[in-house]
Antibody, heavy 116, light 107 residues
Framework: EVQLVESGGGLVQPGGSLRLSCAASGFTVSSNYMSWVRQAPGKGLEWVSVIYSGGSTYYADSVKGRFTISRDNSKNTLYLQMNSLRAEDTAVYYC??????????WGQGTLVTVSS | EIVMTQSPATLSVSPGERATLSCRASQSVSSNLAWYQQKPGQAPRLLIY???TRATGIPARFSGSGSGTEFTLTISSLQSEDFAVYYC?????????FGQGTKVEIK
């Protein structure tokens, strides 16, 4: 059974850092395109970053230079390192397999709150 | 950058009735269009990709149509579990924005 479990969210001060994890089971992360998608409280969905199976990475302009997507093949886990966090980064962060569209199942999400 | 516009923002429908949701792209996205359902406190769920292909396990009452710039999601007979927010998303060009969502509520 395919499953994604995000973790690592929490409360962080502006300018701080956080690393999110997405543990996958039922498929191999490194053989898939994997994305992070976020949703600010009461708002819509926003794509954040993707890592291709070949290792190429891409970012939304809003996070470029501050966030880094990576994976650990031995742990079958996807990561999102978030630095220089801003209030506008406050959101639930989801990981998902990326086929252009975001396939089921998504993870349950992890909440990141940036506030002093 | 392509802009996705959904209408209406809110749709009030009685159980058992048909619901028709629209999504318009600011330029052609061919058939590279997906629909998602999101219930409160839950992650989104993929319903439709390729504009008209149902994802695995999605009931047949959900159907998608359209190509180019105009797309429609139809729910043929609304069930209680279908009241939710629905998002469209194009994946023809980068970035791949979502629409702002249509909330389907009980009339």
């Amino acid at each position: 059974e395919v499953q994604l479990v995000e973790s690592g969210g929490g409360l962080v001060q502006p300018g701080g850092s956080l690393r999110l994890s997405c543990a996958a089971s039922g498929f191999t992360v490194s053989s898939n395109y994997m994305s992070w998608v976020r949703q600010a409280p009461g708002k819509g969905l926003e794509w954040v970053s993707v890592i291709y199976s070949g290792g190429s990475t891409y970012y939304a302009d809003s996070v470029k230079g501050r966030f880094t997507i990576s994976r650990d093949n031995s742990k079958n886990t996807l990561y999102l390192q978030m630095n220089s966090l801003r209030a506008e980064d406050t959101a639930v962060y989801y990981c998902a397999r990326d086929h252009g569209y975001y396939d089921n199942p998504w993870g349950q999400g992890t909440l990141v709150t940036v506030s002093s | 950058e392509i802009v996705m516009t959904q209408s209406p923002a809110t749709l009030s429908v009685s159980p058992g009735e048909r619901a028709t949701l629209s999504c318009r792209a600011s330029q052609s996205v061919s058939s590279n269009l997906a629909w998602y359902q999101q219930k409160p406190g839950q992650a989104p769920r993929l319903l439709i990709y390729g504009a008209s292909t149902r994802a695995t396990g999605i009931p047949a009452r959900f159907s998608g149509s359209g190509s180019g710039t105009e797309f429609t999601l139809t729910i043929s007979s609304l069930q209680s579990e279908d009241f939710a927010v629905y998002y469209c998303q194009q994946y023809n060009n980068w970035p791949r924005p979502f629409g702002q969502g249509t909330k389907v509520e009980i009339k």
